[in-house]
């Protein structure tokens, strides 16, 4: 076995590790959910509100394990955040990992681990999660191959070669259409909820430990930050597009978090993530969505 086949193998070990010791707890959360219904029953009380439990998959917005930009660890995203809000937080398993990328999320072996904690009953109360919480797209697009979808800086160009990165965009939205499959199978009737990033600045920030994403590419192909921020503004244009198209499909059951236009320049820790401050406004967004989806149900009381 070569050293990248070692190096897979031992990531993936890592991954189920890290997933099974997220169900763990997330089902002794559950049982413990279920033991203060069975003993407020037995009690002859009336139990009008139940948090929501949900399943969460995705990137780094959903799993984003350091403080701005490190090296001080501890969840600063979404998910961390949502978990947190209002009178009745949600409970969520999470399976997300930071860095995937919508094709990594719906390869053989995650949909395997997805359909697996969906059928295990011991992390469902009511038989399923009451919602999905999905994340993905961006990793498909930055990195080292964010360069594939710009055209050289001759003068002549835009910047953004629509041709080639509506073609990756339509791998990121079969991955989408992969979840709302599995989903009818294995979850029927549960919504999926999503959202569309937001447009950060492309000026090789970076964590101690991953990144830049952005710049390398557009100094790569002569394009300036300024240059930049509009190329990935309208590249997350076309995917937020992309998304709502999803949405307006009313058998997808998919509803899409507006995202975009919520943080400002100096939110960003770097080229990809929000400071802490960020993610918490970020949540809120799903939070203010749960809550209107479920709205006989209350997620949170702000």
Same mark, same amino acid.
């Given at each position: 076995?070569?050293?990248?086949?070692?190096? =897979?193998?031992?990531?993936?070990?890592?991954?189920?590790?890290?997933?099974?010791?997220?169900?763990?707890? !997330?089902?002794?959360?559950?049982?413990?959910?279920?033991?203060?219904?069975?003993?407020?029953?037995?009690?002859?009380?009336?139990?009008?509100?139940? $948090?929501?439990?949900?399943?969460?998959? &995705?990137?780094?917005?959903?799993?984003?394990? +350091?403080? #701005?930009?490190? $090296?001080?660890? #501890?969840?600063?995203?979404?998910?961390? /955040?949502?978990?947190?809000?209002? =009178?009745?937080?949600?409970?969520?398993?999470?399976?997300?990992?930071?860095?995937?990328?919508?094709v990594e999320l719906m390869s053989l072996s995650r949909q395997t681990?997805?359909?697996?904690?969906?059928?295990?009953?011991?992390?469902?109360?009511?038989?399923?999660?009451?919602?999905?919480?999905?994340?993905?797209? #961006?990793?498909?697009?930055?990195?080292?191959?964010?360069?594939?979808?710009?055209?050289?800086?001759?003068?002549?160009?835009? &910047?953004?070669?629509?041709?080639?990165?509506?073609?990756?965009?339509?791998?990121?939205?079969?991955?989408?259409?992969?979840?709302?499959?599995?989903?009818?199978?294995?979850?029927?009737?549960?919504?999926?909820?999503? !959202?569309?990033?937001?447009?950060?600045?492309?000026?090789?920030?970076?964590?101690?430990?991953?990144?830049?994403?952005?710049?390398?590419?557009?100094?790569?192909?002569?394009?300036?930050?300024? @240059? #930049?921020?509009?190329?990935?503004?309208?590249?997350?244009?076309?995917?937020?597009?992309?998304?709502?198209?999803?949405?307006? @499909?009313?058998?997808?059951?998919?509803?899409?978090?507006?995202?975009?236009?919520?943080?400002?320049?100096?939110?960003?820790?770097?080229?990809? !993530? $929000?400071?802490?401050?960020?993610?918490?406004?970020?949540?809120?967004?799903?939070?203010?969505?749960?809550?209107? /989806?479920?709205? &006989?149900?209350?997620?949170? +009381?702000?």
């Amino acid at each position: 076995m070569n050293d990248q086949a070692l190096l =897979s193998a031992r990531l993936q070990k890592e991954y189920q590790n890290e997933m099974g010791r997220r169900a763990t707890v !997330h089902r002794q959360n559950v049982a413990r959910l279920n033991s203060a219904e069975t003993s407020a029953r037995n009690l002859a009380v009336a139990v009008s509100n139940r $948090p929501l439990v949900l399943l969460a998959q &995705g990137d780094s917005w959903f799993d984003y394990p +350091i403080k #701005g930009n490190g $090296p001080i660890w #501890g969840d600063t995203d979404i998910i961390a /955040h949502l978990r947190r809000m209002g =009178s009745m937080p949600p409970t969520i398993l999470n399976l997300a990992f930071s860095g995937g990328t919508a094709v990594e999320l719906m390869s053989l072996s995650r949909q395997t681990t997805l359909i697996e904690q969906l059928q295990n009953q011991s992390n469902w109360p009511r038989g399923k999660p009451d919602a999905i919480l999905f994340s993905a797209g #961006g990793n498909d697009i930055a990195g080292e191959e964010f360069c594939i979808f710009l055209d050289f800086n001759d003068g002549k160009s835009n &910047g953004l070669n629509m041709d080639r990165f509506s073609r990756a965009l339509a791998m990121v939205e079969a991955c989408y259409l992969s979840l709302f499959a599995i989903r009818d199978r294995i979850s029927p009737g549960t919504p999926v909820f999503s !959202h569309c990033y937001d447009i950060p600045v492309p000026n090789g920030s970076h964590p101690f430990c991953a990144g830049p994403w952005l710049k390398p590419s557009l100094d790569y192909c002569n394009w300036s930050v300024s @240059d #930049g921020t509009r190329i990935v503004r309208e590249a997350l244009g076309a995917f937020r597009n992309m998304l709502m198209s999803l949405e307006e @499909d009313k058998k997808n059951n998919f509803h899409l978090v507006q995202t975009q236009g919520t943080l400002a320049s100096n939110d960003w820790a770097n080229e990809l !993530h $929000p400071f802490e401050e960020g993610f918490e406004r970020l949540a809120a967004l799903f939070d203010d969505a749960l809550r209107t /989806h479920f709205s &006989g149900r209350p997620l949170s +009381i702000r």
